[in-house]
């Protein structure tokens, strides 16, 4: 089974950094992506960053470009996300996803959407402090 496992959340200044991990297991094949997501109290769900495993292609919302960075680690299997300069705004609960397909037929924007993602995990809050 897939399983998806997310670490790393907590409380930070504003203008601070934090780093989550998405442990990532049960995929039978490398044709997938993983993307971090977010859902603050009364907001829908958005995404945040999104990368395919198999080809590194990424994607990130305007949002957060510029300010977090998705990368895979192919020896640990984890997908991290490190977060930097954040604002109040970043607050939510962040959770990761995982889609299934390959990068060869579609693009990772059109996969790094909340409708499209087969697997989800629980989920870690983030809350950042003014």
């Known amino acids: 089974d897939v399983q998806l496992v997310e670490s790393g959340g907590g409380l930070v200044q504003e203008g601070g950094s934090l780093r989550l991990s998405c442990s990532v297991s049960g995929f039978l094949l490398n044709d997938f992506a993983i993307g971090w997501f977010r859902q603050a109290p009364g907001k829908e769900r958005e995404e945040v960053a999104c990368i395919a495993w198999d080809d590194g292609t990424i994607y990130y919302s305007d949002s957060v470009k510029g300010r977090f960075n998705i990368s895979s680690d192919y020896v640990q299997n984890t997908v991290d996300l490190q977060m930097n300069s954040l604002s109040s705004e970043d607050t939510a609960n962040y959770y990761c996803?995982?889609?299934?397909?390959?990068?060869?037929?579609?693009?990772?924007?059109?996969?790094?959407?909340?409708?499209?993602?087969?697997?989800w995990g629980k989920g870690t809050q983030v809350t950042v402090s003014s």
């Open positions: 996803a995982g889609d299934l397909g390959s990068s060869r037929f579609v693009t990772i924007k059109s996969r790094c959407n909340r409708f499209a993602v087969d697997y």
